[in-house]
């Protein structure tokens, strides 16, 4: 496995963007929250300018304005300001504060901060949760500042356990607000009684109203974040998630609520491992539904081996995408050439390996697996490898513009196409139809590339 670029401190279009818009992200998902980012405006701006672009939705974050006089004598006045009005405005029942660079390089103490304004304005400060994170942009990427931030909220809001009920913890992986809906189907369709964090199915994909909300309706509410140490189990999706920042893993410590790992639920062994879980911890069968869009899984790649079996693929993006994506890719015969995560996805070599040992062996070539880096090296191997379609978000799509091979889009951003909010690619369906765009992908290019290769082949250029 490489791992990035050979340059230290040389990042030339990164594949990955930056933490605090994961934290931003998670908070998003709660009921009646707000954020507040400590730090330059730019930053604010960047990250909602792309969470609007991908989702198609009004996003409001707020910014505490830090100035050159904050930055070099400490920027509580600014905090506290912006937090007096984001109150003022919003009225939430969650007030995220986090981080950026900026905050975090000239060392501001967030919660001493928080905890001055809670003093001075007690009223402002009643019946409202203040949830700080540190997410530094240099400290990791959205992968990270999503799974800290809900680690946070769990910290702060859960309480004591007082019982053991039959509700299961779902943590959910960084996914479309449409595959949180489809997650949330298959919970329904089992009859499970479960909790969901977080919950950007409607928060981030809002059905049309005449009226503008401030906050949007839904995400997961207090009381059930509150109650989330009385369920039986945890299932967190995640691979790449360390225990510091697992909202599993401290729920298990704490208030000993099993955890079971498993990963995006994209394709078929992925979903199987999900489903398989829900089964396994409720004692249920699955619904016939589930067996029967399985079957029609295993059909389709029947069906579609013919065009996979000449895919040479480039997958890109977070770990947790890439890692999903690429098992699917293996199983429908789809042969990833090469797999890059823009940050750290230790073990993702190993665990590829291990659990498609079949595939990889079955592939004299070798799959290149890279982590920690960025566009520039994944376009070299791109050409380097004649890769002829592309998997991930869409700051790839300069490929397409200069070699002309397809992206087929998964992943944050998707900027450049309508409906990436709504976009299934969970669950046996969700994951076919995800497939079947990379199957078409590859007969499109197939067949309007086919008459210059074909002349390009047979027919020589007669000198004039
Ligand atoms: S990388 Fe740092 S400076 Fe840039 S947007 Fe993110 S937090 Fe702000």
Redesign the pocket.
Known sequence: MKSGRNFVNLNVNPCKV?M?LGAATAFKGIENSVVIMH?SQ??ST?IRRHMAAHYNEPIDIASSSLNEKGTVYGGANNLKKGLNNIIKLYNPGVVGIIT???AETIGENLQGIVQEFATEKPEESEDREFITVST???GGSEHEGYYAALKSIVEKITLKKTTTNKKVNIIVGNMTPGDVRRIKNILEDFDIDFIMLPDISDTLDAPFSMQYKKIPAGGTKIKDIQEMSDSCATIEMGMFVGDEISPGKYLEKEFNVPLYKCPLPIGLGNTDIFVNLLSFITVKNTPIKYTKERGRMLDAFVDSHKFNGEARAAIFGDPETVYSTAKACFEAGIFPVLISSGTKAAGIEEMLKSEMQYYFEKHDEKTMIIEDTDFETIYDYIKQLKVNVTIGNSNGKFITEKEGIPLVRIGFPVHDRMGAQRKVSVGYEGSLSFIDEITNSIIERKYSTYRSRMFNKYYEEVPQ
Do not use: A, E, V
């Open positions: 930056c605090p730090g730019g930053c960047y950026t660079c900026l530094p942009g240099y």
